[in-house]
């Protein structure tokens, strides 16, 4: 499984940001995908997952302002950020878990990461 990540980059409060993620792998729906992130000095987090191509789980900081979705080849999966906070900002990776689909479950494949920056 490889995974690619790219979108980052620098947007002012209140703008929008999407990341892609090139997903390289036999049966991509089999499979839990989803972002996480890290911002200097904290823990890494969750912000969305998506399974089986359509079921989705947000954290709740980013409800309402970022979609998850897959495209039906399933090679790719994108992150909409919308009205972007300065707490947005951190270094987001896409990752693949096989079967499980949670936050807390074991995430084998991670992409390099990309970073947002929102002042």
């Known amino acids: 499984v490889q995974l690619v990540e790219s979108g980052g980059g620098s947007v002012e409060a209140g703008g929008s940001l999407r990341l892609s993620c090139a997903v390289s792998?036999?049966?991509?729906?089999?499979?839990?995908l989803g972002w996480f992130r890290q911002a200097p000095g904290k823990e890494r987090e969750g912000v969305a997952l998506i399974n089986g191509g359509s079921r989705t789980y947000y954290t709740d900081s980013v409800k309402g302002r970022f979609t998850i979705s897959q495209d039906n080849t399933g090679d790719t999966v994108d992150l909409q950020m919308t009205n972007l906070k300065p707490e947005d900002t951190a270094m987001h990776y896409c990752?693949?878990?096989?079967?499980?689909?949670?936050?807390?479950?074991?995430?084998?494949?991670w992409g390099q990461g990309t970073q947002v920056t929102v002042s």
């Open positions: 792998v036999s049966s991509a729906n089999d499979y839990c």
């Open positions: 990752a693949a878990s096989y079967g499980l689909c949670s936050f807390n479950a074991r995430y084998d494949y």
